[in-house]
């Protein structure tokens, strides 16, 4: 299996400008979460969805930020407009639906995102 | 009060050693627990995850969990340059199909040739 796919891994943005990250999940997992990661903040959830409907999106920081997962195969991740302070790495990740080992996360490669 | 805390490090060990790395969490009803180990510029990987009081362990890993104290630990034996890395703890709570995750901010450990 090719794991986590994310894209862009490496974002620079003018502060203003609509950004979008994009997720491909693992086949057949059930759960998506993006996370963001600062040196300041650590690594924060965001939002995660469960069979495509967002469960919990608490950690979505404002307005600004919006996700989807349209089908079971992508997901994304936006901005807009952005700010210097959305300079971030953030991460997607999915799991199982199970539980024990099968809720294991398993993560992405990650996007750098740095807004000037 | 944070609700995952770690000790930021780094926490210097030689090779060979027994790193001890540490992580208390505030929320009672917590009940899975896990360890990933970050590299620097790249993403967690899963090292342990413990449910139950006890140790666990897995290879060179050890995973520590008290509940009463609600502390978990990871050991590393043997420890080796390679195990050189910011280690995450990370906290379940036990809500009936709650997924989120709370990591805390991660322990550096580095191991001296």
């Known amino acids: 299996d090719a794991g986590v796919i994310q894209s862009p891994r490496h974002e620079v943005t003018e502060m203003g400008q609509e950004v979008t990250l994009r997720c491909k999940p693992i086949s057949g997992h059930d759960y998506l979460f993006w996370y963001r990661q600062t040196m300041m903040r650590g690594l924060e959830l965001l939002i995660y969805?469960?069979?495509?409907?967002?469960?919990?999106d608490s950690g979505m920081p404002e307005d600004r930020f919006s996700a989807k997962m349209p089908n079971a195969s992508f997901s994304t991740l936006k901005i807009q407009p952005s700010e210097p302070r959305d300079s971030a790495v953030y991460f997607c990740?999915?799991?199982?639906?199970?539980?024990?080992?099968?809720?294991?996360?398993?993560f992405g490669p990650g996007t750098r995102l740095l807004v000037l | 009060q944070k609700e995952v805390e770690q000790n930021s490090g780094p926490l210097s060990v030689p090779e060979g050693a027994i790193a001890s790395l540490n992580c208390t969490y505030s929320?009672?009803?917590?009940?899975?627990f896990f360890w990933y180990r970050q590299y620097s510029g790249k993403s967690p990987e899963l090292i342990m995850s413990i449910y139950s009081n006890g140790d666990k362990e897995d290879g060179r890993f050890t995973a520590q969990l008290n509940k009463a104290s609600q502390y978990v630990s990871l050991l590393i034996r043997d420890s080796q340059p390679s195990d050189s890395a910011t280690y995450l703890c990370?906290?379940?709570?036990?809500?009936?199909?709650?997924?989120?995750?709370?990591f805390g901010s991660g322990t550096r450990l580095q191991v001296q040739p």
């Open positions: 990740a999915s799991s199982l639906g199970g539980t024990g080992g099968q809720e294991t996360q398993y």
């Open positions: 929320d009672r009803v917590s009940q899975s």
């Open positions: 969805f469960n069979n495509n409907v967002p469960i919990d």
């Open positions: 990370a906290v379940k709570r036990g809500d009936t199909g709650r997924r989120a995750l709370t």
